[in-house]
């Protein structure tokens, strides 16, 4: 199967898949898992402190 058939399958438009791919290419998977966990991290805190700001706001 092509690649090209994988991401037109899932929606995904080829625009898309090569920003992906320049931005994520390069990344082992130790990289990856490390990127998801601050990116988790970071979501988490936003959510806190909206949270926080309409409790004291």
Known sequence: MLVTNIYRDKGITTATF????RKYGNMDVQQLKKLKSVQEENRSS?????FYERLIG
């Open 18 to 21: 090569y920003s992906w791919k």
């Open 46 to 50: 936003i959510q806190y402190r909206s």
